[in-house]
């Protein structure tokens, strides 16, 4: 089992109660419809780039279905993943600051999306209540990426994994919804590979495949 001292530190990783504006349904809604009429609703298959790191990207998108996730490219020609996108989350929200794409974003399912172009986005951000809306989004995205960064620099591998399982668990599970196994018990469907996983985590695969097994005969 985890020590004392992790469990305490794995337990601190744990998603708290977000308080939330009594209006957030209705910014939402009102959010949603104006991108309706003003976006193009488009799809891709599982493996494609949606966006591709250091081009000319001047929309921005909100996910409608399935999941994607953000990738960095290394020096190395790798790549590391940064963020998990879910249904009705907005991605490269920074285009509107930048003329290229910082980095490329990657569809781990097959997926829909809106695409709106910045200009267009700037124009509904005159609703002060959408510019808040918008801006609580893109603190969301951050904080999520900064509990991924102190993981690569302050657990272990074994640690990495398990905290990384208990973030996706609670982000899955609150998006989809959970399935009941033969066994009676809750599961979620992963859309990311163990490769992928490792590229998260900062770790090579076969590091990240001994934590798993690990983590799988310890009974966590």
């Known amino acids: 089992m985890i020590s004392s001292a ?19 349904k209705s910014i939402e809604h009102d959010l949603e419809r104006a991108l309706a009429s003003r976006s193009m609703k488009l799809i891709a298959d599982r493996g494609r780039e949606i966006v591709a ?8 998108f909100q996910l409608r279905s399935g999941f994607a996730c953000r990738r960095r490219p290394l020096f190395d020609g790798d790549q590391a993943i940064l963020d998990l996108y879910q249904p009705g989350d907005f991605i490269s929200l920074e ?6 794409a910082l980095d490329s974003i990657l569809a781990l399912t097959n997926v829909s999306y809106w695409s709106l172009d910045c200009s267009g986005l700037r124009e509904l951000m005159k609703d002060p209540r959408i510019a808040l809306h918008l801006m609580r989004h893109i603190t969301e995205e951050k904080k999520r990426i900064d509990a991924i960064a102190t993981l690569r620099g302050q657990f272990r591998a074994r640690e990495r994994a398990a905290v990384l399982m208990l973030l996706l668990w609670h982000r899955l599970k609150a998006a989809v919804g959970t399935t009941v196994t033969y066994k009676n018990e809750e599961c979620a469907f992963l859309p990311l590979t163990q490769k ?14 001994r934590a798993l097994k690990n ?6």
Do not use: M
Not at 12 to 21: F, K, L, T, V, Y
Not at 215 to 220: E, I, T
């Open 6 to 24: 992790s469990q305490t530190g794995v337990l601190a990783w744990q998603p708290g109660i977000r308080q939330e504006p009594q209006d957030t």
């Open 53 to 60: 790191a250091g081009k000319a990207c001047g929309y921005v």
């Open 95 to 100: 285009n509107l600051f930048f003329s290229s």
């Open 196 to 209: 992928q996983l490792a590229d998260y985590l900062g770790v090579n695969v076969i590091h990240l495949n």
């Open 215 to 220: 983590l799988r005969d310890s009974g966590a």
